[in-house]
């Protein structure tokens, strides 16, 4: 294949911004915000498990208390009855007055001993209430630094697109101006060659693999005409002569 020297230079052109495309892609995946944010999503999403687990037993021990209040108030009434029964006279057989009193007396057992289960289920229900708050708070302060890392890494992500975007309409007028078949060669290169289909020759070192070129080499670079597009004996990468390359 044969191309003007020019037209070869203007290749390394499009392979620098090349480069420079790979490297703004890279930065934007490599980002520190990203596995900032990452970290922090799994937080939150253990925290907000954390915080409905809480808040679940803070349901139940509700629940419970209300049916343990419920009981109380029950034996409560029924006491009040037998009492107000007693006190009326209205039972004047000792066998039931003495029946009468051993269940008030039973009924006030039961009723301290429903006493202390409320309190026990209040001071579990208080606990699991302060374990909400806290988890709350804790989500929300954790929420508040996915949102700023968040919005730190959208603004990276905006200012490398837009610098990409730019790099890319020069590559477009710079490989515009480049023949069409030597272009072409270049791009199946660039893919088979990890991103590099062309290399300078300088100081006869072929810049893509960085390998020296031997005597016999050198001399068939001198020999060939500045039209030929050369490649490089060892990477097979286009070879570019510059004034720089040591002829």
Known sequence: MNAAPADQIRLLDVQALDQRLSQ????RKSL????????????????????????TEESDTAREQ????????????????DQQRLDSGAVTSPKDLESLQ????????????LEDVVL??????????ERVAELTDRVAAVQAKVDDATARRDAATQELDTEAASVTKEREVVAG??????????????????????ARLYQRR?????????????????????DTVLRCENCRRILVRTADSGL
Do not use: F, W
């Open 177 to 198: 101006s480049v023949p069409a078949d030597l272009l072409k060669l270049y791009d199946k290169l660039r893919v088979q060659q990890g991103g590099v289909g062309a």
């Open 206 to 226: 072929c810049e893509g693999c960085r390998l020296e070129l031997n005597i016999t080499e050198i001399n068939d670079v001198k020999a060939a005409s500045p």
């Open 66 to 81: 209300t049916k343990a209040e419920q009981d109380v108030d029950q034996v409560r009434q029924r006491a009040a009855r």
């Open 24 to 27: 703004l892609a890279h930065r």
């Open 120 to 129: 026990e289920v209040m001071e579990r229900r208080e606990s699991a209430q």
């Open 32 to 55: 520190p915000e990203h596995a900032e944010i990452e970290s922090l999503t799994a937080d939150l999403a253990q925290l907000r498990d954390l915080l409905v687990a809480s808040t």
């Open 102 to 113: 051993r269940e008030i007396t039973s009924l006030a057992k039961r009723q301290g001993d």
